[in-house]
């Protein structure tokens, strides 16, 4: 079965570079998408079809995916960034999430 | 704006079985193929199965194929899972999330399942 690999965790100060990859076979070929999720709260899409943000996300949220790779950048990272981030990508019709990242911010 | 609120949840014997259901408002629901996803406690979301506009389509995760089936009543803007022949590892929370162009645009607050004896 298809697998999307994230590093468990990524530490960040406050206005900086958050980067989280997604690693799995051809992913390039896909689409990639990315959700945010808070303790105790639902997930929340942040990117869609690689890049697209939708609306009320913030401009600092941007994708891109190429080769075995897709990845989240968070520009200015803020405190209210602090969240578990999950890629997502569909293989033969079935829905694929990735192994999930903590973002925390300190 | 969309509304998806699940509901059903609840504590069952292994082996047994539950149907949850989520109900949609605030958009044309028919128009949209929806999904299921649980989240195990601590852990990571696991895509469940998905459903297409008319119920023709359905896909399924391989750990609970032939055990849960999903389905959807378009006149009631509801959305369903039955699970039978239940295991300890498929507690979780499961949330409803509605599909747009192979995203999830919307989700549910999701309804808790849990499987203990």
């Known amino acids: 079965s298809y697998e999307l690999t994230q590093p468990p965790s990524v530490s960040v100060s406050p206005g900086q570079t958050a980067s989280i990859t997604c690693s799995g076979d051809k992913l390039g070929d896909k689409y990639a998408c990315w959700y945010q999720q808070k303790p105790g709260q639902s997930p929340v899409l942040v990117i869609y079809?690689?890049?697209k943000r939708p609306s009320g996300i913030p401009e600092r949220f941007s994708g891109s995916n190429s080769g075995n790779t897709a990845t989240l950048t968070i520009s200015g990272t803020q405190t209210m960034d602090e969240a578990d981030y999950y890629c997502q990508a569909w293989d033969s019709s079935t829905g694929v999430f990735g192994t999930g990242t903590k973002v925390t911010v300190l | 704006e969309v509304q998806l609120v699940e509901s059903g949840g609840g504590l069952v014997q292994p082996g047994g079985s539950l149907r949850i259901s989520c109900a949609a408002s605030?958009?044309?629901?028919?128009?949209?193929?929806m999904s299921w996803v649980r989240q195990a406690p601590g852990k990571g979301l696991e895509w469940v199965a998905n459903i297409k506009q008319d119920g023709s389509e359905k896909y399924y995760v391989d750990s609970v194929k032939g055990r849960f089936t999903i389905s959807r009543d378009n006149a009631k803007n509801s959305l369903y899972l039955q699970m039978n022949s239940l295991r300890a590892e498929d507690t979780a929370v499961y949330y409803c999330?509605?599909?747009?162009?192979?995203?999830?645009?919307?989700w549910g607050q999701g309804t808790v399942v849990t499987v203990s004896s």
């Open positions: 605030g958009s044309t629901f028919s128009n949209y193929w």
């Open positions: 999330a509605l599909e747009s162009f192979k995203h999830f645009d919307y």
């Open positions: 079809q690689d890049t």
